[in-house]
């Protein structure tokens, strides 16, 4: 078991507050927004975006006021790459703590509320806590998974974010279930589950759905606010399974029925368990809702048609490559798999609901949703350049393609500066071209970097191919996307291969990485 290292987290040790780092991958948070947070303040607002989320904080800060911290559960930490301790259980608490400690870092949402409860607290009673120190992150993510799946103490993480990270262990291992059991724990039949409930939920990302959603809808379904529960109970029904042709035979889900038709039932589906938009129901499509009126949310929804000769056909969460695309980037997080067998299961204790996650590879290619995928980082000290970057990571780049590109222009911009003056090399800079520093271009910049500076070849070629008007992915086409008037080239496909091709060199100049 990959926690079982010496009872690690029977050991408690004294650690300061201020120097606990809260972890930007807790599954509570959002996959592409919530991970790339870096402020205290973000991670409060994401915190309290539900009022009942909201109510529950304000209740643990009142009885820190009240009681003083008590540090009954656990708070576990490990040491990152960079040594320091970052929190993988108790971030609400650290950062009820924090807060605190720093009323002014509050979100102005909750501001007010934390300075009175700030005033009635003497800061240094709570300026260190007892923390258990694991020794890697993998041994973290077994101890996580055991007390939000079995605990009734603690918060439970909701369904698909669980089964998100479930999922990513899938990917990081390489498919390895195996592997996954001996760090998490769960059951093969449990993995397997949560691995199928992603899939599902993965369906409402294809075009053919989005198609049919208005502009909040898309943004449910991209977020983590789709209920997975509800989904979980509609298909579990056999009455939907047989009147929409569903089948599921082991990890695959398989379909009867002609895709298009379904997929359009589908995403009606959705927008009734959304309710954003007036229907004909006269109730709310929820867990209470399932399955006892489905004959009633039938009467609304479009048949679903079959064709003359009934074959089977596997679904795929993928896109064609001419649509929006989706891959192992998406951030389509939001509930959780729990340690329970589901109710509808065979007598193997495998649910009859089987969906297979197929994740295109999304790494280096150019057809992603997001130019920068959440699980890449950088490593500067400008926080305008880290507030770029974390952006970035959010912009659905073939939604906003022109301001991708114009973005990509000003985040290299910003790269190559950081880089010169973090290594003192403004003057020499100036000197080279004859004129102050901040009046030089960036090609200048480009240029002295290449001759004198930048000593690794990958990304002294990407400088090369920059400088080169007649490339595809030269500084021209860079230019061209704030002052030019030409259109061709702003494609997101484009432009993610264009983020794809500096790489390289934004290793060099900001430490860029893929974890």
């Known amino acids: 078991m990959a926690g079982n290292t010496n009872k690690w987290w029977e050991k408690r040790t004294?650690?300061?507050?201020?120097?606990?780092?809260?972890?930007?991958?807790?599954?509570?948070?959002?996959?592409?927004?919530?991970?790339?947070?870096?402020?205290?303040?973000?991670?409060?607002?994401?915190?309290?975006?539900?009022?009942?989320?909201?109510?529950?904080?304000?209740?643990?800060?009142?009885?820190?006021?009240?009681l003083g911290f008590m540090d009954f559960e656990p708070i576990v930490v490990w040491k990152d790459e960079n040594n320091r301790y970052v929190v993988a259980e108790g971030n609400r608490r650290i950062l009820a703590l924090k807060l605190l400690r720093s009323p002014d870092k509050a979100p102005k949402s909750i501001r007010k509320f934390i300075l009175q409860q700030s005033h009635l607290i003497v800061r240094k009673e709570i300026e260190k806590v007892q923390v258990c120190?694991?020794?890697?992150?993998?041994?973290?993510?077994?101890?996580?998974?055991?007390?939000?799946?079995?605990?009734?103490?603690?918060?439970?993480?909701?369904?698909?974010?669980q089964q998100r990270f479930i999922v990513g262990l899938y990917d990081e291992y390489n498919q390895n279930i195996e592997k996954i059991i001996s760090i998490t724990g769960f059951t093969r039949s449990e993995i397997i589950l949560a691995l199928r409930y992603v899939q599902l939920r993965d369906l409402a990302t294809r075009k053919q759905v989005t198609d049919l959603m208005s502009i909040e809808e898309k943004e449910l379904i991209y977020s983590n606010r789709i209920s997975m529960t509800i989904l979980e109970r509609w298909f579990a029904s056999e009455s939907v399974r047989e009147r929409w042709g569903v089948q599921f035979d082991g990890m695959k889900v398989k379909i009867t029925s002609?895709?298009?038709?379904?997929?359009?039932?589908?995403?009606?589906?959705?927008?009734?368990?959304?309710?954003?938009?007036?229907?004909?129901?006269?109730?709310?499509?929820?867990?209470?809702?399932?399955?006892?009126?489905n004959e009633e949310i039938f009467k609304v929804l479009p048949e679903v048609t079959f064709p003359k000769t009934q074959e089977e056909t596997v679904l795929n969460t993928s896109i064609p490559p001419e649509q929006p695309p989706q891959g192992k980037d998406n951030d389509v997080?939001?509930?959780?798999?729990?340690?329970?067998?589901?109710?509808?299961?065979?007598?193997?204790?495998d649910s009859k609901l089987s969906l297979v996650v197929n994740y295109p590879p999304v790494k280096h290619k150019n057809d992603r949703r997001r130019m920068v995928t959440p699980q890449t980082t950088i490593n500067v000290h400008s926080a305008k350049l880290n507030s770029l970057f974390n952006e970035l990571k959010k912009v659905p780049v073939h939604l906003y393609t022109l301001s991708a590109s114009i973005t990509l222009r000003v985040f290299?911009?910003?790269?190559?500066?950081?880089?010169?003056?973090?290594?003192?090399?403004?003057?020499?800079?100036?000197?080279?071209?004859?004129?102050?520093?901040?009046?030089t271009i960036l090609q200048q910049r480009l240029k002295f970097l290449c001759d004198n500076h930048v000593g690794e070849t990958q990304a002294n070629k990407?400088?090369?191919?920059?400088?080169?008007?007649?490339?595809?992915?030269s500084l021209d086409?860079?230019?061209?996307?704030?002052?030019?008037?030409e259109t061709h080239k702003i494609d997101y496909r484009f432009v993610n291969g264009f983020w794809d091709m500096l790489a390289p060199l934004l290793k060099v100049l900001i430490e860029l990485k893929e974890r």
């Open 14 to 66: 004294p650690r300061s507050v201020d120097y606990l780092k809260l972890w930007q991958e807790n599954p509570r948070f959002d996959t592409a927004e919530s991970q790339s947070r870096i402020k205290l303040a973000d991670f409060a607002e994401e915190i309290c975006s539900e009022p009942s989320d909201k109510t529950g904080f304000f209740e643990l800060i009142k009885s820190i006021v009240k």
């Open 133 to 161: 120190v694991a020794p890697n992150l993998e041994a973290t993510r077994w101890y996580v998974l055991q007390r939000h799946s079995t605990s009734s103490i603690q918060k439970p993480w909701q369904r698909l974010q």
């Open 258 to 293: 002609n895709e298009e038709s379904f997929l359009h039932a589908y995403g009606k589906f959705l927008k009734l368990m959304f309710n954003v938009e007036p229907n004909d129901l006269s109730f709310v499509v929820n867990t209470r809702s399932i399955p006892e009126k």
């Open 333 to 349: 997080t939001g509930q959780y798999l729990s340690k329970e067998v589901p109710e509808h299961s065979d007598n193997n204790g």
């Open 412 to 439: 290299l911009d910003l790269s190559v500066d950081d880089f010169i003056r973090r290594n003192g090399l403004e003057k020499s800079v100036a000197t080279q071209y004859k004129k102050d520093y901040n009046h």
């Open 462 to 473: 990407v400088i090369s191919k920059l400088l080169q008007p007649k490339n595809e992915h």
């Open 477 to 485: 086409t860079l230019n061209s996307y704030m002052h030019g008037h």
